[in-house]
């Protein structure tokens, strides 16, 4: 093979140069250099959105689209987050494949709407000891709740309650609200209310759900015993449960000055064919409440009493809640309460100057009162029998002195099994009245969120409509497919 001369060898080299200077100015060649130049600054576009996105709050990012609002926080969460005065720190305990998302979206929630004044974070328990400064046994989703010194610590637990509506079926409910808030509450504010519960003349013990519920949302419980320790000077709630003996009157002397001092009162009342107590009575009194214990209420209307299995209880009332502070939660959330073997309750002939009183709950105008009950031989009504609207439930309030009372009639919707069959409903009526007497509003319409599954119901329209979008949108699909291919053919 003979060798090129120079001018061979040059006049080559020029050939390729032309050809490859050819070749990148051919159409399909300019084409991939804009496709590929495009997609670079696609992907640098993408890279700085998805950094900006990133740093929105947990709000913007994953809004709430449920239907029971699980992570939106209610009005009086949002009062207390905004009128913050202390730095809060929100730490959720738990190892990266451990998150239960339900508590970590709500946890963060509360970060968002705080502008700064709190922080939330993850805090994975196997890298280090932070948890264990705590509680002796941190496990995956339990939450700390800190502000300076103080800190409540929760557990899982506390996200999550489940209702019996029999022995064998039973609801979940989400909780995850009242137990943020009421920590939020407890590490910000130094002075909790406190409630006292009488003793010595036979009252019926607070059921330990009930107590549990007041302690959880920040009351310090205590005994009374008026007879050897007096009237405490940090008592904010007494409480005063269906006693079966009077009080004396040197303990009515102290109840009444606690009462023109602005005390407030928490009492029940349960049904006694012998109940004799005109000093319980003379207390009632001065709230410009009093109890009808001549008989226990029967509800003639169905749609008023429990029916349980097909069996009607009548007696066992689901009566109407009217407008106050205590129930308008409940109002909203649907909710009903149920009372048992309930007398009525009712105002004072002369309500004390300065003095409101009003009405929590009625029955239904075909309700009864059955006298002589625990001597009846069946429910049913007699000429005796008065016909008419009762009054389970009523509050008091005085604005001048800041006195306030609410009056029960009947003991037995504070009990663990009857709250049951209302999903709680019982227990936030309870919880209600003492934090409005005690004068603490933040857990008020905080209540649990059921986590059954709800059905979708569409009317008429929106039944047309849904099927003619399903119908639809395929066709659509398919006709812009055939005018794509069919334009690229005649291309």
Known sequence: MSKLSKEEKAALR??????????????????????????AVLLAILIVVNLLVSKLPEKVLKPDLS????????????NMISSLESDVEIVLISSP????????????????????RITARVENPQLG????????????????????????????????????TSYYSYEDYFNGESAL???????????LPSVYVLSGHGEVALDETFKTALTDSNHQVGTLDLLTGGMPEDCDVVMILSPERDISEGEYS???????????????????????????????????????SDGIIIEGDSAHYLTYYGQGYPHYLLPDLESHELTDPLSEAGARVMFPLSSGVMRTETVPDGFTVTALLSTSDSAYLKLDAYNAESVEQTEDDVTGVYNPAMASENAETGAKAVLFGTSGFMKAENDSIVAGANLDLFRNSVDW???????????????????LTLSSAQTAAVTAAAALIPVLFLAAGIVLIVTRRRR
Do not use: W
């Open 254 to 292: 102290l109840l009444e000055k606690y009462a023109a001092d602005g005390g407030c009162l928490y009492a029940t009342v349960d049904y006694s064919e012998n109940a004799q107590l005109p000093n319980f009575e003379k207390l009632l009194a001065l709230y410009g409440l009093s109890a009808t």
């Open 67 to 78: 239907a029971d609002g699980f992570y939106s926080l209610s009005g009086e969460t949002q």
């Open 97 to 116: 494949g451990g998150v239960d998302n339900f508590i970590k979206r709500l946890v963060f929630r509360y970060a968002d709407e705080s502008d700064g």
């Open 437 to 455: 007497m005690a004068g603490k509003t933040s857990s008020v319409s905080v209540h649990p969120k059921s986590m059954g599954l709800g059905t």
């Open 129 to 164: 000891n932070f948890a264990s400064a705590y509680t002796d046994s941190p496990a995956d989703n339990d939450v700390l709740v800190k502000s300076g010194e103080r800190y409540k610590y929760l557990t899982r637990s506390d996200f999550y309650m489940r209702s019996y």
């Open 14 to 39: 020029a050939e390729r140069r032309a050809s490859l200077k050819g070749g990148f100015s051919t159409r399909a060649t300019k084409s991939g250099a804009y496709m590929t130049l495009v997609a």
């Open 181 to 191: 808030t009421n920590a939020l509450d407890y590490v910000t504010n130094g002075d």
